[in-house]
């Protein structure tokens, strides 16, 4: 399964942008979806992610700012993110994991993982 992630860019604080990922799988609309962010220096973090029956979960910084959606017709995950900050520069990775009922948070617990798209918020 290959992941590709495209829609970062440079924007000004306040700004928004929507990222994307598709999938190359006939079994997309089995996978739980997530999406993970790296800034310079830092770990990897758990952004937000939803599951096969469309169940979604934020990590608290991104919460009313960022929405994940998924369109499986399009084997494609959504990341519409709003009143962007300087905190949210990184690159951004989508991921993947197929046949788990549950939201994992953490690196591990994807499978599958994109090639990253850089977001740079400045200030």
């Known amino acids: 399964v290959q992941l590709q992630a495209s829609g970062g860019g440079l924007v000004q604080t306040g700004g928004s942008l929507r990222l994307s990922c598709v999938a190359s799988?006939?079994?997309?609309?089995?996978?739980?979806m997530a999406w993970f962010r790296q800034a310079p220096g830092k770990e990897r973090e758990f952004v937000a992610a939803i599951s096969r029956g469309g169940i979604t979960f934020y990590t608290d910084s991104v919460k009313g700012r960022f929405t994940i959606s998924r369109d499986n017709a399009k084997n494609t995950v959504f990341l519409q993110m709003n009143s962007l900050t300087p905190d949210d520069t990184a690159v951004y990775y989508c991921?993947?994991?197929?046949?788990?009922?549950?939201?994992?948070?953490?690196?591990?617990?994807?499978?599958?993982w994109g090639q990253g798209t850089q977001v740079t918020v400045s200030s």
């Open positions: 799988t006939r079994t997309f609309s089995s996978f739980t």
């Open positions: 991921s993947g994991v197929p046949g788990v009922r549950g939201i994992g948070r953490r690196p591990s617990d994807y499978d599958y």
